[in-house]
């Protein structure tokens, strides 16, 4: 990896993740390297762990929000 990832939480929304990040297993096998990509925090994407925007129709509102 080459550039620190960075995570900022959206109001409402995904958690945007940018640079270069491994996804492990419980072993410790690295199964895909991503860069540049939002999770849901909603629980309502088709697409998880990753946001496909599902919490725009489901009216999704953070705690504290």
Same mark, same amino acid.
């Given at each position: 990896m080459s550039d620190?990832?960075?995570?900022?939480?959206k109001a409402n929304g995904s958690i945007r993740?940018?640079?270069e990040v491994d996804?492990?297993?419980a072993e #410790?096998?690295?199964i895909e390297t991503k860069?540049?990509?939002?999770?849901? =925090?909603? #629980?309502h994407s088709k697409d998880k762990p990753y946001c496909d925007?599902?919490? =725009?129709d489901a009216g999704f509102e953070a705690p504290g929000n």
């Open positions: 620190k990832p960075t995570m900022r939480i993740v940018t640079g996804f492990v297993d #410790g096998k690295v860069s540049d990509f939002s999770l849901c =925090r909603c #629980g925007g599902s919490h =725009r």
